[in-house]
């Protein structure tokens, strides 16, 4: 069923569990998302960024997670991943999304304040919730990419006031996760997690959670993150077993059969995340 996010996350909040936000950019990717989500009875954020949008067509690719939403058992949010603009932000919710991120992070804090502020005055009049970030959370997504010069971890005083400031629904913070593959074992910052926690009411979101060591994650759902957003491992799964299929079987031609064991791979990757996101069986 398709739901908003706020509903997921304020649960999830309550319940002290996370929700996976897992990004999609074609049918495959849908595919193993939404049968990972029946099969462990698991509440899902299904993502597209801007960047997914115009590879698979606006008019498209959220019809399709449209319509696997509303004939999923579980409940489902179609959620706008890192909106750079407030004309995505406004594509995205005539295509029907339930929840929105504005992600303005890389302006100056009084500018970040101002976009999120338009944005949520727009969401909310139609019910739809936001997601915002403050600090700078560092690698590459797409069209978002931050140096590790330009990375700066969130302080919790500023949070707070963020969240006072522009009215949105969920904070993303930046603790030292980074989007892509990292390049070391990453050392997630817990104290500055439990500060911020301690400050900021709304649910907190982890970005960059791919190659976040099992145990950290877990500890970051204790510490009182409710959302976490999984790209690049899903990517991995597909490219990696697409190549293995492909060198293994060089004459077969038919994508279907090429495709069937990169869903089962990305399948088994979102199932494990539901696991130890702790959101298996929540519905
Ligand atoms: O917004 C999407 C995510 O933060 C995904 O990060 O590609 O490192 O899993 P990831
Ligand atoms: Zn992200």
Redesign the pocket.
């Known amino acids: 069923m398709l739901v908003t996010s706020k509903e997921l996350l304020l649960d999830a909040q309550k319940q002290r569990y996370a929700v996976g936000a897992f ?1 999609t950019n074609n049918l495959e990717i849908t595919h193993a998302i939404f049968r990972a989500a029946e099969a462990k009875q698991s509440p899902i954020l299904v ?1 597209l960024s801007a960047g997914a949008l115009k590879y698979a067509g606006v008019e498209y690719l959220p019809m399709i997670v449209e319509k696997a939403a509303r004939l999923a058992s579980v409940p489902v949010a179609i959620h706008l ?2 909106g750079p603009s407030f004309e995505v932000v406004m594509t995205a919710l005539r295509a029907g999304f339930t929840s929105i991120m504005r992600d303005a992070s890389k302006l100056p804090y009084d500018e970040n304040v101002a976009e999120v502020r338009k944005v949520v005055e727009a969401c909310h009049a139609v019910g739809v919730p936001v997601e915002a970030e403050i600090g700078r959370i560092g ?1 590459a ?1 797409e069209h978002v990419v931050v140096s590790d010069r330009e990375a700066t971890m969130s302080d919790p005083d500023e949070c707070a006031r963020f969240v006072d400031d522009a009215g949105f629904d969920f904070l993303a913070v930046a603790i030292g996760n980074a ?2 593959f990292y390049k070391g074992e990453p050392q997630l910052d817990f104290g500055r997690l439990e500060a911020i926690r301690d400050r900021v009411s709304v649910p907190l979101v982890l ?5 976040i060591p099992d145990a950290q994650i877990t500890r970051a759902v204790e510490t009182g993150i409710c959302k976490i ?5 899903i990517r991995n799964a597909l490219i990696r077993t697409m190549q293995q299929f492909t060198r293994e079987n060089p004459d077969q031609i038919d994508p279907r059969k090429v495709f069937a064991p990169c869903i089962d791979a990305m399948q088994a990757v979102v199932e494990h995340k539901m696991d130890i996101f702790r959101s298996t069986g929540r519905v």
């Open positions: 990004n993502q991943d890192h690698g997504e989007h892509g970005h960059g959670a791919s190659g957003n999984i790209d690049t491992e």
